[in-house]
């Protein structure tokens, strides 16, 4: 039975079968399948996703489409990953002691990961165009870097909110080397989420919220630079959507504290002490502090997942009743069946952001630290992403082709050009 983290420090039942090395490397695998089943619908649907990101498209109407490239690189990973796996369960029989000793397999598959996205196999996954403009693209959103409309903004700017998806993955990635390179340490023993330090791993996960926020003081900078203001308008937006990510830092922050205070409670009140959130009753006010700045991060992050990546009119009352478009939703609609899949999605969405709640209930917040719920809630988190691009490319394809504009990534008010900020 998976244990639980606050009275066990042996391994659990799930990550005996399913260290954390593999859990990193399969969430990366599903979003490449993810990403694939993207492109495949709304090539179906006749929206052209490389002309948004300024992707390279193919030189013959021969070559493959895109997705397919993309499923053909997902394939690979999948069964590089399928073959490494079932190895070290070969290897390991679920014992413990060869469980951490044969940590070097998963780690050796990360590597293979990475060189699967990095080495050029022409035949195996991307052309080597279309490679070095995914490592270029990589290049400049890792340091918050933002391209000219013209030059893939669009790409930019869906990379980096993808990345806020992976920020615990990411993590987790920096777990799993700082375990693995520890004196008498493995990458497969229960996750030392404090392994370098109790900061490091929050640092990490703020790093992408940093790069979409820095992005977003990119375009306001260009908003106040445009030489027409009165058609780029003064810039809120851009602002605006920088705070929804600078929200985020508080829940990290607080996150952290806390985490702190429960292990300084804990080790002075024995190994079976309650670390729960919920029943933190030594520091009451770092756990309002916290809940306050989870529901406030959650909830403008839904509003502005559906008013304003979406385009949709659910929070605009003026809007929200119109006859020419369903309720609380706009026109046209392009993924089917409409409007039933938006309404679902919408409130998917909002359940999606809000699993933090789980911790409010003496019943549920224990559950929340086996390592089982924390990798079926980062999965959910890159489903939640996955279904999200859906939604957001439609999005950005409706606002070009309704208006003939390379529209900017967000919009604060009612959807007229006259608000939008003005691209080359």
């Known amino acids: ?74 394939t690979v990973l999948s069964i590089s990953f399928a073959l490494s796996i079932t190895a070290f369960w070969i290897l390991s029989h679920r014992d413990p002691e060869l469980v951490i000793y044969y940590d070097w397999l998963p780690m050796s598959y990360l590597v293979v990961l990475a060189a699967l996205f990095v080495i050029p ?43 806020t998806s992976y920020s615990k993955i990411l993590a987790d990635l920096f777990v799993c080397a700082c375990m693995f390179f520890s004196r008498g340490g493995s990458a497969t023993e229960r996750p030392d989420r404090d392994c370098g330090g109790s900061v490091v791993v929050p640092l990490i996960m703020a790093v992408p919220f940093l790069i979409r926020f820095r992005q977003c003081c990119i375009e306001y900078v260009r908003v106040r630079r445009a030489p027409f203001k009165e058609s780029a308008g003064w810039g809120g937006q851009h602002l605006a959507n920088a705070a929804k990510y600078a929200s985020s830092f508080p829940v990290l922050l607080f996150s952290a504290l806390l985490r702190a205070a429960e292990s300084s409670s804990s080790s002075s009140a024995g190994a079976g002490a309650d670390k729960s959130p919920a029943t933190a009753a030594h520091s009451p006010g770092l756990y309002r502090a916290w809940l306050l700045a989870v529901a406030v991060n959650s909830l403008y992050s839904f509003y502005w997942d559906v008013a304003k990546d979406w385009d949709l009119t659910l929070f605009s009352a003026r809007e929200r009743n119109s006859s020419e478009h369903p309720f609380g939703l706009r026109s046209p609609l392009y993924i089917q069946p409409a409007p039933l ?36 809630l980062q999965a959910l988190e890159v489903v939640r992403r996955w279904i999200w691009i859906f939604f957001r490319v439609e999005t950005e394809w409706v606002r070009n082709t309704n208006t003939g504009l390379g529209v900017e990534d967000i919009l604060m008010g009612d959807y007229s050009p006259k608000y939008e900020d003005a691209e080359d």
């Open 1 to 74: 039975m998976d244990g639980d983290p606050a009275v066990e420090s042996q391994l659990d039942s799930f990550s005996l079968t399913f260290p954390l090395p593999y859990r990193v490397a399969f969430i990366i695998i599903l979003a490449v399948w993810g990403w694939g089943v993207n492109l495949h619908y709304l090539y179906l649907l006749n929206i052209d996703v490389p002309s948004l990101i300024r992707y390279p498209g193919r030189s013959s109407p021969t070559h493959a489409p895109h997705h397919l490239s993309t499923y053909r690189l997902a």
């Open 121 to 163: 196999f022409r035949s195996l996954s991307l052309s080597h165009s279309g490679r070095g403009r995914l490592l270029a693209t990589l290049r400049r959103v890792s340091v918050g870097g933002l391209a000219e409309a013209h030059n893939g903004k669009f790409g930019d700017i869906l990379l980096a909110d993808v990345l």
């Open 341 to 376: 899949v938006y309404y679902a999605v919408i409130a998917l969405d909002l359940v999606l952001r809000c699993t933090w709640v789980i911790k409010l209930s003496p019943r549920l917040d224990h559950v929340s630290g086996f390592e089982s719920s924390i990798f079926l």
